[in-house]
């Protein structure tokens, strides 16, 4: 760690003295028009000649390049369906700036024969501060410019840049401290389905950060936007189409702290796990058969010789971690196939990376603090892999239709062992455990999209799309060994582990698991939109409308088997896990093991959604300044689930619901704006939440299963905003909002002695409120040129939450039946996953001139409930961690680019820690038995993380939307 604090201390250092260095600077400003309308063209390129310095200009047409090295300079400026034009001899001074204002001639033809179709860059900083300030709901959001600065590698990690978000689990999102399941994702504009089997959740570190194009979250709704909602809508869009041709590869290198180079223990897949497959006979054999009860009706013989077709690959191997490896090949093309301009972008993304972890767990009794009933230490190890594609192709048959087909999938594998050490120290028994896990995750989404324009008042896009989710986990695979503690065998020697083999199979003990889910969308998309009166006023009125039609069938299906003892099994009990499990151990005769089925009827299940929404919304102007948004959508709602061999279904819901919104925006002047929004929204049910099937976290020791009776809960949304634009890239805003919840969705523990099983229930009513601040400034007119290079970004978020719950409280029991419980939670406690405080910070330093950029940014978020407690267990609070980032890049000749980055300099440590005295927080006294102290349930460290990348490109690249 101070390595590293050191080498970002000299970098630092460096890039202050290569400024001071620098020759004399100048700037250019100036403004772009269309040559007939006069129009401002927005999105245009303007770059300086033998430079890297560029621009492109804002929605005003206008453009500022800073840090011009003095004396004659040529200046070229393009745009789509436009001449490139060049303006040679532009005359820079030092100190001084220069004003060129200038005016492109459409391509081809002849101007009064060509309907020119705006089009603008949507993956600059400014083009997304330009896009925020032009919306009528209130959003934020980050560029793909951004997010190469910073280099983060994947959407989960770039995303948390954004104010008011914060990241779980390096992968779900959370805004304004609002769980993940109130949250709605949409990929290019089409609801992105979940990704997990045991909670309603988008996984963002499938999407990896070269693909990007822009992300902005919505943080009021609108009638164009999804109803279900309550912290946000978070569109993520991908690049489309590029400008010219090119093709470029980049190669990253990682090492982590703690994991590369170090011995650790894996076990085997076969050789397609580093693709994110699995070995074929990993699978369970077709020939078992498909009802727990005829396999158990079986004899125990038979039911070995089942037993024996299950590979014995328990083995575990020791390696040595290799450092981790990214690779990216990214091609453009674009050609014409007679009069329609087709361009294609295509993106191949392969990742093999390492995670070790030393994880430190704790269950207690809870009849005084720190009363510890179990500890472990968990050796952690998971290889993963990642293969994304991005294809995109565009057909533009004229400049008033343009056609699209995107695709985009994502396969990613990920091979975890853990070997667990420790003691039941109530009992007296020392514990050593394992689990081989694999999972696959495979996401597709294709879609075909067109945009026409129905001449200059009218536009209609439509969009038709399919997607695919699936996840696997063939053959899960763990084992518990036991001996009492400080035992001795007749030599003296300590007595050997022995395997804990159950009467009944559960998931603790021995066993083998398998889960399949596939979850297939259709979706199909309208929008229409008119404008009145002159479509080239700054602000005309315009009314839109829309439909969203989608059907979302899931399938999930889980398999348990639990190996059983026959007789005395002391011969082989003591067998290692590679040993114990052969087939001559496997025999289902006296002393040997058979094989039950453990699988219930609740584990498997079928969903069905349909969702069906319309919408209305219109601009009112109010002179120049004023503009009302008003909007209505309905939203139809049908789900069903049942279980695979049952005919009635579980749940059968039709709900309608409408939803009205209204936004006003009130320009103070052109560079400042106030927006206040109103909408209604709810948050349904997912299916898994509903679905009675009992998934084991076995890293947690916890068990989740659904509830059958949840209800959609409904919010109201009130949100107010200030905005102010000192410069096109600049902004400073501040934020209030406040949400009001009816039956909010909540986690509920299950007061089962023993044991720490979730479920899911409604709560009576919650309430949520806070303030955001966001700014962005640099220092273009400064007279220090190691200002002018500089900027600064930064948000902050203060957030406050209460949810109450009833006297009682419905709920899934012990018995996968809804039953009524006392309440014996907090009554007023903050909802789940809400942290009190976001704070997110970042320095930019680029030298055009020289081609280096350097950042470094900070992140933390509060402490926030992660498991919801009761009496007997106490609330679970995940606490905060300080992650500091450093990154440096530098750009040769326009086609080598080398980038240096270190995350989480400080390798701080994840906690998780009970609140046992009840007072809503976490002290500092964490150890002792006194009543006011809270106890630590979980703490691990990841380590530091240092990659290393090369990007060459063949080809000068610039993407356009």
Not at 367 to 388: F, H, I, M, S
Request: glycine letters at 8%; aromatic letters at 12%.
């Amino acid at each position: 760690m101070n390595k590293n604090i050191l080498l970002l201390i000299f970098l630092f250092i460096y890039s202050t003295l290569q400024a001071k260095a620098e020759g004399p600077l100048g700037t250019i400003r100036g403004n772009v028009r269309d040559g007939q309308t006069k129009e401002a063209l927005i999105g245009c390129t303007v770059r300086i000649d033998g430079t890297q310095l560029g621009v492109t200009t804002d929605v005003e047409g206008n453009f500022t390049i800073a840090n011009v090295p003095a004396g004659s300079q040529k200046i070229i400026i393009s745009y789509i369906s436009y001449q490139t034009k060049e303006i040679p001899n532009v005359r820079v001074e030092s100190g001084n700036t220069t004003v060129v204002e200038t005016e492109l001639l459409v391509e081809g033809k002849a101007l009064s024969e060509v309907v020119v179709r705006a089009n603008k860059s949507t993956n600059t900083e400014i083009a997304v501060i330009t896009e925020i300030k032009q919306m009528k709901p209130i959003a934020v959001g980050i560029s793909a410019q951004q997010i190469q600065k910073s280099q983060d590698r994947d959407a989960a990690a770039a995303i948390r840049r954004v104010p008011g978000v914060s990241i779980v689990e390096n992968r779900f999102v959370l805004i304004r401290g609002l769980g993940t399941r109130y949250n709605n994702v949409l990929i290019n504009d089409v609801i992105a389905p979940s990704t997990e089997v045991e909670s309603r959740s988008f996984s963002f570190d499938i999407v990896p950060s070269n693909i990007l194009d822009r992300m902005i979250v919505y943080k009021s709704g609108s009638a164009e936007l999804p109803g279900d909602f309550a912290g946000g809508v978070i569109k993520i869009y991908t690049k489309r189409r590029p400008e010219q041709n090119f093709t470029d590869v980049g190669v990253t290198v990682g090492y982590r702290a703690n994991t590369t180079f170090q011995n650790v223990q894996s076990h085997s897949r076969g050789s397609q796990s580093l693709l994110g497959l699995w070995d074929a006979k990993q699978q369970l054999p077709t020939s078992f058969p498909s009802r727990a009860s005829e396999f158990n009706a079986l004899s125990p013989v038979r039911r070995s010789s089942y037993a024996r077709l299950l590979p014995n690959n328990w083995a575990l191997k020791n390696i040595n971690v290799a450092p981790d490896v990214r690779v990216a090949i990214n091609t453009g093309r674009r050609f014409e196939l007679g009069n329609v301009r087709v361009s294609n972008l295509t993106s191949i993304n392969y990742a093999l990376t390492n995670q070790f972890s030393d994880v430190n767990l704790k269950l207690y009794e809870n009849t005084t603090a720190n009363d510890v009933q179990q500890e472990y230490n968990d050796a952690t190890y998971a290889q993963n892999t990642r293969l994304g594609i991005l294809h995109n192709w565009t057909f533009r048959f004229s400049p008033t239709f343009t056609l699209e087909w995107k695709t985009m999938f994502n396969q990613l594998g990920s091979t975890e062992t853990v070997v667990r050490n420790g003691s039941y120290v109530i009992d007296g028994v020392d514990v050593r455990s394992y689990s081989e896990r694999f999972e696959n995750r495979s996401i597709l989404n294709s879609q075909v999209s067109g945009e026409h324009s129905l001449g200059e008042l009218t536009k209609v896009n439509w969009i038709a799309s399919y997607g695919y989710s699936g996840r696997w986990e063939p053959d899960w695979k763990r084992a518990q060994y036991t001996r009492p503690v400080g035992a001795t065998g007749a030599d003296g020697q300590p007595e050997p582990f022995r395997l804990n083999v159950p009467v009944q199979p559960n998931p603790l003990n021995v066993g083998r698991f398998y889960s399949t889910l596939n979850e297939q969308v259709g979706s199909l998309i309208g929008n229409f939109e008119h404008t009145f009166g002159n479509p080239t006023d700054r602000e005309p009125n315009r009314i839109r409308a829309g439909f969203y039609g989608e059907r979302r069938n899931r399938d999930f299906s889980a398999r348990f088997y639990g190996y059983e003892r026959i007789g005395l099994i002391n011969n082989i009990s003591g067998l290692s896990v590679d040993q114990a499990f052969a087939p001559a151990n496997v025999t289902g005769r006296e002393g040997s093991f058979s094989l039950l089925d453990g699988t219930v009827a609740n584990d498997s299940y079928n969903g069905k959604t349909t969702y069906a929404a319309a919408y209305v919304s219109g601009d009112v102007n109010f002179g120049s300044r004023a503009n009302l948004t008003l909007g209505f959508r309905g939203e139809f709602y049908n789900q069903t689930l049942r279980l695979t061999q049952a005919v009635t279904p579980l749940v059968d819901n039709n709900i309608f619901s409408p939803l009205p919104s209204v936004n006003f925006t009130y320009k103070l002047t052109d560079r400042h704006n106030l927006r206040f929004a109103y909408s209604a929204t709810v948050n349904r049910p997912e299916l898994r939440e509903l679905a009675p099937f009992r998934y084991y976290d076995f890293a947690r020791q916890i068990e989740v299963q659904g509830n059958t009776g949840l209800k959609t809960a409904r919010i109201q949304n009130f949100d107010a905003k200030y905005e102010f634009y000192p410069t096109p890239n600049e902004l400073i805003s501040i934020t209030g909002f406040y949400k009001s919840f009816t039956d909010p969705i909540e986690s509920f523990l299950i007061p089962i002695p023993g044991a720490f099983t979730f479920t899911f229930t409604n709560a009576l009513s919650a309430r949520n409120y806070g303030v955001e601040l966001e700014f962005r400034k640099g220092f273009a007119k400064s007279g220090s040129t190691f200002l002018q290079n500089l900027q600064i970004v930064g948000n902050a978020s203060y957030i406050n939450s209460r949810v109450t719950t009833g006297d009682v409280i419905e709920a899934t029991g012990p018995s996968g039946n809804i039953e009524r419980f006392g309440n014996s939670t907090d009554r007023n406690r903050a909802l789940a996953n809400q942290s009190p405080y976001l704070i997110n910070l970042g320095l930019y330093y680029s030298n055009p001139t020289s081609g280096w950029q350097y950042n470094l940014l900070y992140n933390v978020a509060g402490p926030r409930i992660f498991l919801v407690g009761n009496v007997e267990d106490p609330t679970t609070y995940e606490m905060p961690r300080h992650v500091v980032d450093f990154n440096v890049s530098k750009t040769f000749k326009q086609q080598f680019e080398v980038r240096l980055g270190i995350q989480d300099i400080f390798n701080a440590p994840f906690r998780f820690s009970q609140d046992f005295n009840g007072d809503r927080k976490i002290g500092s006294d964490v150890t002792s038995r006194s009543a006011t102290a809270d106890q630590d349930y979980l703490k691990f460290r990841r380590g530091q993380y240092v990659t290393l990348t090369g990007v060459y490109t063949f080809g000068r690249r610039v993407i356009v939307p």
